[in-house]
């Protein structure tokens, strides 16, 4: 099984982001979206799941939609209002299924950083 994970970390305060809804979104052929999974961040900023990948799935696209904007307006953060950012959006594939699939975000209410770590 693909194992995919995720670690959001607040910018603005240092602390781990807790509570921010994610969904993750699997791409078909004719590029139609299906959502598999939607969550929250535990008090740890972090998601976990296992995911079977099939001969199919290796050409497929995944999206994940990271929702910072409810996340930084339950925050009582700063400026909120003037956010243009409302959600993450980051389009990924994962072509193996005994891979691990890690991708941290680092966000702030108007910018984030991502990468994929091994």
């Not at 995720?6 to 590029?31: C, Q, R, W, Y």
């Not at 961040?41 to 079977?52: A, C, V, Y």
């Not at 209002?81 to 890690?102: G, L, Q």
Request: aromatic share 12%; proline share 2%.
């Amino acid at each position: 099984m693909a194992i995919l994970s995720s670690h959001l970390l607040n910018s603005v305060t240092g602390d781990h982001a807790a509570n921010v809804e994610i969904t993750i979104f699997k791409f078909d052929e004719n590029n139609q979206a299906n959502k598999i999974m939607n969550t929250n961040t535990d008090s740890g900023g972090r998601i976990l799941q296992e995911f079977k990948i099939s001969e199919k799935d290796k050409f497929c696209e995944f999206e994940m939609v990271i929702k910072t904007e409810n996340y930084f307006k339950n925050q009582n953060t700063k400026n909120w209002t003037n956010r243009i950012i409302s959600d993450v959006v980051i389009r990924f594939k994962m072509d193996e299924d005994n891979k691990k699939y890690h991708i941290p975000l680092i966000i702030s209410p108007n910018g984030y950083s991502v990468w994929w770590s091994k």
